[in-house]
Nanobody
Framework: QVQLQESGPGLVKPSQTLSLTCTVS??????????WSWIRQPPGKGLEWIGA???????YYSPSLKSRTSISRDTSKNQFTLQLSSVTPEDPAVYYC???????????WGQGTQVTVSS
């Protein structure tokens, strides 16, 4: 069974960089043809896709967040990481990692981690 687990600091100061790691078990992040994504849900709002790293290592980002987002991976640890720079009061949310297939459906999700932005 595929399991994803987010980890990282729950509190980030404004203008700093948010860094979260997703640890995957039950599947390899290099398995064809899956896309390993980051998604967030701000308080009282819907889900927002942030970006993804493919089985091949290619990365894809939301246009609205692209300038501040970087997704990377460590295949030896079967982990992928989100970095969101210059965080603002608009960035607090529950951050999820998830696995999507080629057609875009998210089949597996982590439990989510709450991130707060405060000085």
């Amino acid at each position: 069974q595929v399991q994803l687990q987010e980890s990282g600091p729950g509190l980030v100061k404004p203008s700093q960089t948010l860094s979260l790691t997703c640890t995957v078990s039950g599947d390899s992040i290099t398995t064809n043809y899956y896309y390993w994504s980051w998604i967030r849900q701000p308080p009282g709002k819907g889900l927002e896709w942030i970006g993804a790293i493919a089985y091949s290592g290619s990365t894809y980002y939301s246009p609205s967040l692209k300038s501040r987002t970087s997704i990377s991976r460590d295949t030896s640890k079967n982990q992928f990481t989100l970095q969101l720079s210059s965080v603002t009061p608009e960035d607090p949310a529950v951050y999820y990692c998830a696995r999507a297939g080629e057609l875009g459906a998210f089949g597996y999700w982590g439990q989510g981690t709450q991130v707060t932005v405060s000085s």
